[in-house]
């Protein structure tokens, strides 16, 4: 209940200001305006760009993820492998992804695989740590437990580390899909001839800033749809972390 | 079941590389769990007990002598060697039963062996109701009973308890202590049972060590002799309370020597 008067209030709030507040509209929009905008860009195939940017978004978080998890599993579970990749995934985390742009350009063009690659990049590294933490805050007598049960490595690996850290990974998940979107739009934002950030920069160049308010909101609405899906696959998967 | 989980330490010593140099924390110990026995063993922390376990389930190893179980020597943790820990260990993602049949289905038991072995040992800790149930919604009690019982369904030779009822209040504790020697009546399994709670080894082992610390080592061993069975009458013997006095005595002097 509470997040939709917040939701209202701040409505309510936009609507009242962009009225009477003596700000011109190229600066802020009112809520029908923009809601004229979307319409005006529904009927220019916006569906596509935003099908565009989910796709991009998925294929390229799925594919970080799909990546990381057995990285971050072994890196958690093995001091060897953690001592063999730590610099390099640690290091790596610090370098700003947007500074291998021109670089992924040039070696990848500029259709699809360097808007992919910048989304696995930016999301691998994160998730690779954060899912390596979760593997090493398993408790210790979990893991003995198992060996005195007559598990072998890999048993205890698949069937009591993966579990125990199940939740604390699609926690990070959750967390990390939000980066991927952050780092769609830097490249839609760069080169693209399709999908929101394109639109974005369309919109800014004609000072449109109905349907840059457009664009956010729509990217508002379905980041907020991913953290409700995450939190309630969590729910329904894993009913015992609660 | 009879002849077999006769756990033998001979010379056992652990010494750990530090920083400061050396440290031994277990020194020549000489210890026998026979088939079928209940032994414990007391001691200050920091005696080494609790290594001293581990290195019997074969998750740390010793730095000299050897570790056999029924002759055959310990190399790794395999499921002939149950532990139990002081932590609750149950895995909270797996139900009750799920828990209990979990070593079964490691080693590819069929799924109705496992339902009758899972079903008998339930009930040989009087939680069958429970069977469906998620750990959490336990007490604290009732999940060392369910580990146990996981211990148990794997039909291990021996029992290794590391201080298995620590985490409990005193009256779960004493009630644990009757329900572990009616398992031990029924099963006749071997167990060697760590603990500081000198009543506690007193009251459960056949046999009971008396371990020091700094390094540890064996100081002594007794053989509480109660006639009858045991149960929680005993605790208000004079004969119980002699015993648990005199070992006392010894880790008090132990206790004041390292001050």
Same mark, same amino acid.
């Given at each position: 209940?509470l997040?939709?008067a917040?939701?209202?209030?701040?409505? %309510?709030?936009?609507?009242?200001?962009?009225q009477y507040?003596k700000i011109p509209?190229?600066?802020?929009?009112?809520?029908?305006g923009?809601?004229?905008?979307?319409?005006?860009l529904m009927?220019?195939? *916006?569906?596509?760009d935003?099908? +565009?940017?989910?796709?991009?978004?998925?294929?390229?978080?799925?594919a970080?993820?799909?990546c990381s998890?057995?990285?971050?599993? $072994?890196?958690?579970?093995?001091?060897?492998v953690?001592?063999?990749?730590a610099?390099?995934?640690?290091t790596?985390r610090?370098?700003?992804i947007?500074?291998?742009?021109?670089? &992924?350009i040039?070696?990848?063009?500029?259709?699809?695989a360097p808007?992919?690659?910048?989304?696995v990049?930016?999301?691998?590294?994160?998730?690779?740590?954060m899912?390596?933490?979760?593997v090493r805050?398993?408790?210790?007598?979990?893991?003995?437990?198992?060996?005195?049960?007559?598990?072998?490595r890999?048993?205890?690996?698949?069937?009591v580390?993966?579990?125990?850290?199940?939740?604390?990974?699609? @926690? +990070?998940?959750r967390?990390n899909?939000?980066?991927?979107?952050?780092?769609?739009? %830097?490249?839609? &934002?760069?080169a693209?001839?399709?999908?929101?950030?394109?639109r974005?920069?369309?919109?800014?160049r004609?000072?449109a800033? !109905?349907?840059?308010?457009v #664009?956010?909101?729509?990217v508002? =609405?379905?980041?907020?749809a991913l953290d409700q899906a995450?939190?309630? #696959?969590?729910?329904? $998967?894993?009913?015992w972390?609660? | 079941?009879?002849?077999?989980?006769?756990?033998?330490?001979?010379?056992?010593?652990?010494?750990?590389e530090?920083?400061?140099?050396?440290?031994?924390? $277990?020194? @020549?110990?000489?210890v026998a =769990?026979a088939?079928n026995?209940?032994?414990?063993m007391?001691?200050?922390?920091g005696?080494?007990?609790s290594?001293?376990?581990?290195c019997?389930?074969?998750?740390? /190893?010793?730095?000299?002598g050897?570790i056999?179980?029924?002759?055959?020597p310990?190399?790794?943790?395999?499921?002939?060697?149950?532990?139990?820990?002081?932590?609750?260990?149950l895995?909270?993602?797996?139900?009750?039963?799920?828990?209990?049949?979990?070593g079964?289905?490691?080693?590819?038991?069929?799924?109705?062996e496992? /339902?009758?072995?899972?079903?008998? *040992?339930?009930?040989?800790v009087?939680?069958t109701?429970?069977a469906?149930a998620y750990p /959490?919604?336990?007490?604290?009690?009732?999940?060392?009973?369910?580990?146990? +019982?996981?211990?148990?369904?794997?039909q291990?030779r021996?029992?290794l308890?590391?201080?298995p009822?620590?985490?409990? @209040?005193?009256?779960?504790?004493?009630v644990?202590?009757?329900?572990?020697?009616?398992?031990w009546?029924?099963?006749?399994?071997?167990? &060697?049972?760590?603990?500081h709670?000198?009543?506690?080894?007193?009251?459960l082992?056949e046999?009971?060590?008396? &371990?020091?610390s700094?390094?540890?080592?064996?100081?002594?061993?007794?053989?509480? !002799?109660?006639?009858?069975? /045991?149960?929680?009458?005993?605790?208000?013997?004079?004969?119980?309370?002699?015993?648990?006095?005199?070992?006392?005595?010894?880790?008090?002097?132990?206790?004041?020597a390292?001050?």
């Open positions: 209940m997040p939709l917040v939701t209202a209030v701040i409505l %309510i709030g936009w609507a009242l200001l962009s507040g509209a190229m600066f802020l929009p009112s809520p029908t923009v809601w004229h905008a979307f319409q005006a009927a220019d195939n *916006y569906a596509a935003i099908r +565009a940017s989910i796709t991009r978004v998925a294929i390229g978080f799925v970080a993820t799909i998890i057995p990285v971050g599993l $072994l890196m958690g579970s093995f001091g060897t953690e001592s063999m990749l610099p390099v995934v640690g790596l610090y370098v700003p947007t500074a291998l742009v021109p670089l &992924l040039l070696w990848l063009g500029i259709d699809e808007k992919l690659a910048i989304i990049l930016s999301t691998f590294f994160y998730n690779t740590i899912i390596a933490d979760a805050s398993v408790p210790r007598d979990f893991i003995n437990v198992s060996y005195t049960l007559g598990a072998t890999l048993q205890v690996l698949r069937r580390i993966l579990p125990a850290a199940m939740p604390q990974i699609v @926690d +990070a998940l967390v899909v939000a980066v991927a979107w952050n780092f769609l739009f %830097i490249a839609e &934002l760069i693209a001839d399709s999908g929101l950030g394109y974005l920069m369309m919109a800014q004609t000072n800033s !109905d349907q840059m308010f #664009a956010l909101i729509i508002a =609405v379905i980041g907020f995450f939190r309630l #696959a969590k729910k329904v $998967l894993l009913p972390s609660a | 079941m009879v002849g077999v989980g006769g756990l033998v330490f001979r010379d056992v010593s652990k010494t750990y530090t920083p400061g140099g050396p440290l031994t924390v $277990l020194q @020549d110990i000489n =769990v088939p026995e209940f032994v414990c007391v001691g200050a922390s005696c080494g007990k290594t001293l376990l581990q019997a389930a074969g998750l740390n /190893r010793p730095s000299a050897t056999t179980l029924d002759g055959e310990v190399v790794g943790p395999s499921a002939d060697r149950g532990m139990i820990f002081q932590s609750y260990t895995f909270p993602w797996l139900t009750i039963e799920e828990n209990v049949g979990f079964l289905s490691l080693d590819g038991v069929s799924a109705a496992r /339902r009758e072995t899972i079903d008998r *040992y339930l009930g040989v009087g939680l109701k429970f469906k /959490r919604t336990l007490s604290g009690g009732m999940q060392q009973r369910v580990a146990i +019982a996981r211990g148990l369904a794997n291990p021996v029992l308890m590391d201080e009822f620590g985490a409990l @209040d005193a009256q779960t504790r004493i644990m202590q009757d329900f572990l020697l009616e398992i009546r029924t099963t006749h399994i071997s167990i &060697l049972f760590v603990t709670d000198v009543e506690e080894a007193v009251y082992g046999r009971v060590y008396v &371990l020091r700094n390094p540890g080592r064996v100081r002594e061993e007794l053989r509480p !002799d109660f006639p009858g069975t /045991r149960d929680h009458h005993l605790k208000r013997t004079t004969a119980f309370h002699s015993v648990v006095d005199d070992i006392l005595d010894l880790l008090r002097e132990e206790a004041s390292a001050m």
